[in-house]
Protein backbone atom coordinates (compact mmCIF):
# COMPACT_ATOMS: atom_id res chain seq x y z
CA UNK A 1 0.00 0.00 0.00
CA UNK A 2 1.62 3.17 -1.16
CA UNK A 3 2.19 5.65 0.86
CA UNK A 4 4.15 9.23 1.82
CA UNK A 5 7.00 8.67 3.43
CA UNK A 6 5.94 11.23 6.26
CA UNK A 7 2.79 8.99 6.52
CA UNK A 8 5.42 6.23 7.55
CA UNK A 9 6.52 5.08 11.22
CA UNK A 10 9.76 6.36 11.63
CA UNK A 11 10.75 2.83 12.82
CA UNK A 12 9.97 1.79 9.44
CA UNK A 13 12.78 -0.33 7.71
CA UNK A 14 14.65 1.24 4.85
CA UNK A 15 16.59 -0.89 2.01
CA UNK A 16 18.94 1.40 -0.11
CA UNK A 17 20.20 0.25 -3.38
CA UNK A 18 22.73 2.36 -5.18
CA UNK A 19 23.07 2.51 -8.99
CA UNK A 20 26.57 2.55 -10.27
CA UNK A 21 25.67 5.96 -12.37
CA UNK A 22 23.12 8.71 -12.25
CA UNK A 23 19.38 8.08 -13.91
CA UNK A 24 18.33 10.54 -16.66
CA UNK A 25 15.24 12.40 -15.92
CA UNK A 26 13.45 10.82 -18.51
CA UNK A 27 14.44 7.05 -17.19
CA UNK A 28 13.60 8.65 -13.39
CA UNK A 29 9.65 8.96 -14.77
CA UNK A 30 10.18 5.60 -16.30
CA UNK A 31 11.06 3.47 -12.96
CA UNK A 32 8.64 5.52 -10.83
CA UNK A 33 5.86 4.37 -13.06
CA UNK A 34 6.59 1.01 -12.51
CA UNK A 35 7.92 1.42 -9.13
CA UNK A 36 4.76 3.28 -7.51
CA UNK A 37 2.31 0.22 -8.68
CA UNK A 38 5.01 -2.18 -7.63
CA UNK A 39 4.58 -0.69 -3.95
CA UNK A 40 0.91 -0.03 -4.05
CA UNK A 41 0.47 -3.74 -4.07
CA UNK A 42 3.49 -4.75 -1.84
CA UNK A 43 2.36 -7.68 0.50
CA UNK A 44 3.60 -9.81 3.10
CA UNK A 45 1.36 -12.72 4.57
CA UNK A 46 -1.52 -11.91 2.16
CA UNK A 47 -1.53 -8.07 4.05
CA UNK A 48 -0.78 -5.13 2.14
CA UNK A 49 2.59 -3.39 3.01
CA UNK A 50 2.25 0.21 4.61
CA UNK A 51 5.22 1.66 1.51
CA UNK A 52 6.89 3.73 0.43
CA UNK A 53 10.30 3.72 -2.49
CA UNK A 54 11.29 5.97 -4.49
CA UNK A 55 14.74 7.20 -6.32
CA UNK A 56 16.81 9.91 -4.43
CA UNK A 57 19.57 11.99 -5.88
CA UNK A 58 19.02 10.26 -9.27
CA UNK A 59 21.03 7.04 -7.87
CA UNK A 60 19.87 5.55 -4.86
CA UNK A 61 16.40 3.09 -5.07
CA UNK A 62 14.87 2.97 -1.74
CA UNK A 63 12.38 1.11 0.04
CA UNK A 64 10.21 1.72 3.19
CA UNK A 65 8.04 -0.55 4.91
CA UNK A 66 6.24 0.70 8.02
CA UNK A 67 5.58 -2.49 9.82
CA UNK A 68 4.73 -0.88 13.59
CA UNK A 69 1.16 -2.58 12.92
CA UNK A 70 2.13 -6.04 10.96
CA UNK A 71 3.64 -9.12 12.03
CA UNK A 72 6.73 -7.81 9.56
CA UNK A 73 8.04 -8.25 5.68
CA UNK A 74 8.39 -11.74 5.25
CA UNK A 75 11.31 -13.04 3.67
CA UNK A 76 9.48 -13.55 0.06
CA UNK A 77 8.47 -9.97 0.59
CA UNK A 78 11.90 -8.88 0.31
CA UNK A 79 12.78 -11.21 -2.20
CA UNK A 80 9.74 -9.36 -4.54
CA UNK A 81 11.62 -6.41 -3.75
CA UNK A 82 15.26 -7.65 -4.70
CA UNK A 83 13.51 -8.94 -8.03
CA UNK A 84 11.93 -5.64 -8.78
CA UNK A 85 15.38 -3.85 -8.32
CA UNK A 86 17.05 -6.65 -10.35
CA UNK A 87 14.40 -6.13 -13.01
CA UNK A 88 15.36 -2.25 -13.29
CA UNK A 89 19.03 -3.15 -12.90
CA UNK A 90 18.60 -5.22 -16.03
CA UNK A 91 16.22 -2.97 -17.65
CA UNK A 92 18.48 0.55 -17.32
CA UNK A 93 21.71 -1.72 -17.70
CA UNK A 94 22.54 -0.31 -14.01
CA UNK A 95 24.15 -1.95 -11.10
CA UNK A 96 22.54 -1.67 -7.65
CA UNK A 97 24.52 -4.63 -6.28
CA UNK A 98 28.00 -3.66 -6.44
CA UNK A 99 28.94 -2.88 -2.35
CA UNK A 100 32.73 -1.91 -3.53
CA UNK A 101 31.55 1.79 -4.63
CA UNK A 102 31.31 4.26 -2.00
CA UNK A 103 29.29 6.92 -2.66
CA UNK A 104 29.61 10.94 -1.43
CA UNK A 105 28.89 15.02 -2.03
CA UNK A 106 31.31 16.80 -3.61
CA UNK A 107 29.84 20.10 -3.11
CA UNK A 108 25.90 19.29 -5.21
CA UNK A 109 27.44 16.40 -7.05
CA UNK A 110 27.69 13.01 -5.60
CA UNK A 111 30.74 11.40 -6.44
CA UNK A 112 31.78 7.62 -6.39
CA UNK A 113 34.76 6.24 -4.88
CA UNK A 114 35.62 2.38 -5.57
CA UNK A 115 37.21 0.41 -1.97
CA UNK A 116 40.71 0.43 -3.39
CA UNK A 117 40.92 3.67 -4.37
CA UNK A 118 39.08 5.19 -1.12
CA UNK A 119 42.44 5.16 1.20
CA UNK A 120 44.55 6.85 -1.22
CA UNK A 121 42.14 9.18 -1.73
CA UNK A 122 41.87 10.22 1.77
CA UNK A 123 45.58 10.30 2.24
CA UNK A 124 46.17 12.54 -1.16
CA UNK A 125 42.95 15.04 0.34
CA UNK A 126 40.96 14.65 -2.48
CA UNK A 127 38.60 13.28 0.29
CA UNK A 128 38.93 14.72 3.79
CA UNK A 129 37.52 13.84 7.36
CA UNK A 130 33.82 16.58 6.68
CA UNK A 131 33.51 14.91 3.10
CA UNK A 132 29.91 13.46 3.42
CA UNK A 133 29.36 10.27 3.03
CA UNK A 134 25.99 7.71 2.10
CA UNK A 135 25.35 5.28 4.63
CA UNK A 136 23.21 2.73 2.89
CA UNK A 137 23.79 0.69 5.89
CA UNK A 138 20.74 3.00 7.80
CA UNK A 139 17.99 0.78 8.93
CA UNK A 140 15.19 2.61 9.67
CA UNK A 141 13.27 5.86 8.31
CA UNK A 142 14.37 7.73 11.46
CA UNK A 143 17.91 6.94 11.00
CA UNK A 144 17.72 7.42 7.25
CA UNK A 145 16.55 11.07 7.98
CA UNK A 146 19.07 11.83 10.25
CA UNK A 147 21.99 9.44 9.22
CA UNK A 148 21.83 8.67 5.95
CA UNK A 149 24.91 11.31 4.72
CA UNK A 150 27.50 11.92 7.94
CA UNK A 151 31.33 13.27 7.64
CA UNK A 152 33.45 9.94 7.20
CA UNK A 153 34.74 11.14 10.53
CA UNK A 154 31.12 9.49 11.83
CA UNK A 155 30.91 7.31 9.22
CA UNK A 156 31.47 3.29 9.10
CA UNK A 157 33.82 3.78 5.79
CA UNK A 158 36.33 5.37 8.10
CA UNK A 159 37.24 1.77 9.16
CA UNK A 160 38.46 1.87 5.99
CA UNK A 161 41.90 3.76 6.68
CA UNK A 162 42.84 1.30 9.21
Known amino acids: MLRELIALDNTSKVWIYQADREFSYDELDDIREE ?12 ANVPAYANVFHRRFLCFFADESNMSGVSGCSIDSSVAFVRMIAEK ?4 FFDRMQYAYMEEEDIK ?4 NDFKPAVDSGEIKQDTLFFDNLVSTKDKFLKNWLVPLEESWHKKMLR
Open 35 to 46: LFPFVDKWSSHG
Open 92 to 95: YQVN
Open 112 to 115: IVHH
